[in-house]
């Protein structure tokens, strides 16, 4: 009877901390926070930037021509994060050049 105890509680108990595990990651993935520790603030929108996206009175939508390989676009993807999480007046879309190359051509963007 010892044993059936036990066994129970140890289920109990792996269940409790499977929840909490899945709850800690809910939580993360819907409140994102990020801390930018570099001495330049590398990754923080300067006062400046804040004031200009704060004044926006309408709505701006970036498409953003890239390639793949580039190796900045990674950093370009992360700034224009950035930028949408100061305001909500900026949405974007990356378009690949190589996978959308009549696209790139009706906006008159060859490299």
Known sequence: M???????SLVV????L???GA???VLTY????RLD???QRNYTLSSHARKILSEL???VRLTVFVRS?????PDLKDLLWRITQATKRITYEFVDLNRSPALAKRYGIDR
């Open 13 to 16: 108990g792996t269940l409790g």
């Open 2 to 8: 010892k044993q059936r105890g036990r066994a129970l």
């Open 23 to 25: 709850l800690i990651l």
């Open 30 to 33: 819907r409140h994102n926070l």
């Open 57 to 59: 009175h309408q709505d």
């Open 69 to 73: 390989a580039d190796p900045r676009t």
């Open 37 to 39: 520790l570099t001495t």
């Open 18 to 20: 499977i929840g909490c």
